[in-house]
């Protein structure tokens, strides 16, 4: 069983700066894409960033210039920096992880989606 295990999230005031974490548990072979999405009050889930395992990056063009996604394969690990958060980045920050499980004998592992259980951020103005 893969389980994801994120911190870091808090309050914080408008112009600050927020890092949440996301570690990956478990038996598997490796991890792919890791990722954050975030859900604000009353809205859908969107993505916010991603990164796969050679470190190419993706951005949501909001948090564009002000986020960074960064990961330690070693630690199988994904991390986001938030820089000059705004009100409207005040969310719940979920982690994912396309994880390839490990083979069985001769059947060949398997890639399963994993989330973490959110990191509750607060972004006051």
């Known amino acids: 069983q893969v389980q994801l295990v994120e911190s870091g999230g808090g309050l914080v005031q408008a112009g600050g700066s927020l890092r949440v974490s996301c570690s990956a548990s478990?038996?598997?072979?490796?991890?792919?894409?890791m990722a954050w999405y975030r859900q604000a009050p009353g809205k859908q889930s969107e993505l916010v960033a991603d990164?796969?395992?050679?470190?190419?990056?993706n951005y949501a063009d909001s948090v564009k210039g002000r986020f960074t996604i960064s990961r330690d394969n070693a630690k199988n690990t994904v991390y986001l920096r938030m820089n000059s958060l705004k009100p409207e980045d005040t969310g719940v920050y979920y982690c994912?992880?396309?994880?390839?499980?490990?083979?069985?004998?001769?059947?060949?592992?398997?890639?399963?989606?994993?989330w973490g259980q959110g990191t509750l951020v607060t972004v006051s103005s």
């Open positions: 478990g038996s598997f072979f490796s991890i792919n894409t």
């Open positions: 994912y992880a396309e994880v390839l499980t490990n083979s069985v004998g001769d059947v060949a592992g398997s890639y399963l989606e994993v």
């Open positions: 990164i796969n395992s050679a470190g190419s990056t």
